[in-house]
């Protein structure tokens, strides 16, 4: 095992080695799309050989498969000293109060621990806190904490400053906020990174960060923008983006979705250690951060939670990187690409959208993805009923 990274962590986070977390929503996979369990093995025993311990589920992940993954690959292999387990309270999990603890329970057995070290309400702020209040999830969750099921409660966030803060005043007891944060959303007048932040200091709330690269938007950069971090210095546009969320006042964890050994080297060295953006560097990520806006590119993160959802089974984040691919790059490719993603795969086009905006409400960046898919419809089917 390696040293411990030095970083010092104010409570909760006392028990955390280093900033950065794995979160494992974008694990490796095969061919026929189960979790590639040796390769994700290998990539727990590196971040752990790294000094790193934080790992971040949630019930949904994988359709299930991220719980059990994890008890295979870490909870099974490494004593519970080892490692911090992050897992989460989803919406479309329980019904009724009385759905909660039985679930918890469940999470546990299923990533074979008897804690959680950090439990949160999943996705707080996209049309659901109204439940979690009806039904006392809350109250449920610190009952759970109080039983010594769960060690520490918070709640992950999707909405603007203002909900942040209406949560955090109804419920001062939590112990910590994971927020949607990166450089391109900053200044996002719907994400509201920045306002965010300042609400969660407000209350005197540690952050977690999620999102710090927005899915891989500040990873694919054009290269307009690639020169612009070039110039500026050393350094992947990755490890730009992620020393930017890690050097803001507050944060206390990074969770990068990691779905390559490649990638966890890459971050655990941007983290070996961590040195905050400079002031020219961030100026660079400025610029990039106006680059980006200027492309009209879809701001989608490619989380997939409208996909499940949808009564057309749209493939809805593959299709836009189709488009965005389109617009930033002008990749000829796109065309086929976008025709590969309905190919056997039983995902309907993206004029084939009915219209339900059963997606839009479960999208927490809030796009308009109705009005999208037409657009998508626009720029690719036309062509495929010319050809
Ligand atoms: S609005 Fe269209 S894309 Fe969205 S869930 Fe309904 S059918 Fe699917
Ligand atoms: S459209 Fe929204 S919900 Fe769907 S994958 Fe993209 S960001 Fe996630």
Redesign the pocket.
């Known amino acids: 095992m390696a040293a411990a990274p030095t970083t010092t962590h104010v409570a909760p986070f006392e028990d955390a080695r280093g900033k950065l977390g794995f979160g494992c929503m974008r694990l490796p996979k095969l061919e026929d799309g189960t979790i590639d369990m040796a390769t994700f093995t290998q990539m727990v025993d590196a971040f752990l050989d790294a000094g790193l311990n934080y790992f971040d589920t949630a019930r949904p992940y994988h359709s299930g498969g991220s719980e059990p993954a994890l008890a295979q690959a870490l909870t099974s292999r490494h004593d519970r000293s080892e490692f911090l387990l992050a897992d989460k309270l989803s919406p479309n999990g329980f019904e009724h109060r009385e759905d909660i603890r039985p679930l918890i329970e469940d999470q546990l057995r299923a990533c074979g621990v008897d804690y959680f070290d950090f439990y949160l309400m999943h996705s707080q702020g996209m049309g659901n806190y109204e439940k979690y209040q009806r039904e006392h999830a809350y109250e449920e969750a610190f009952a759970a904490r109080d039983a010594g099921l769960v060690r520490h409660v918070g709640f992950s966030f999707h909405s603007n400053a203002a909900f942040l803060d209406r949560i955090l005043t109804d419920h001062p007891n939590v112990e910590f906020v994971q927020l949607q944060v990166n450089y391109l959303d900053w200044e996002n007048g719907v994400i509201q990174s920045r306002e965010c932040c300042e609400v969660a200091a407000a209350h005197g709330k540690p952050v977690i960060v999620m999102e710090p690269v927005k899915g891989g938007r500040l990873v694919n950069l054009p290269d307009e923008a690639r020169e612009v971090l070039a110039a500026a210095g050393p350094g992947s546009p990755a490890s730009y983006a992620l020393r930017f969320a890690a050097g803001l006042p507050g944060v206390e964890m990074v969770l990068s979705g990691m779905g390559t050994p490649e990638m966890i080297a890459e971050n655990v060295a941007t983290f070996s250690p961590l040195v905050p953006l400079s002031p020219a560097e961030r100026d660079a990520v400025a610029r990039v951060t106006q680059i980006l806006r200027g492309q009209n590119t879809i701001e989608c993160t490619a989380c997939r939670y409208?996909v499940d959802?949808?009564?057309?089974?749209?493939n809805?984040p593959d299709v836009f990187s189709c488009l965005n691919a389109k617009r930033a790059y002008g990749e000829s490719s796109a065309e086929f690409y976008y025709k590969s993603v309905h190919t056997g795969h039983g995902h309907?086009l993206a004029s084939?959208?009915?219209?339900?905006?059963?997606?839009?409400r479960a999208c927490p960046q809030h796009l308009p993805?109705?009005e999208l898919?037409r657009e998508v419809a626009a720029e690719f089917e036309t062509e495929q009923q010319d050809a």
């Open positions: 409208c959802g949808c009564p057309k089974k749209i809805i309907g084939e959208c009915i219209g339900c905006g059963a997606c839009e993805i109705r898919l």
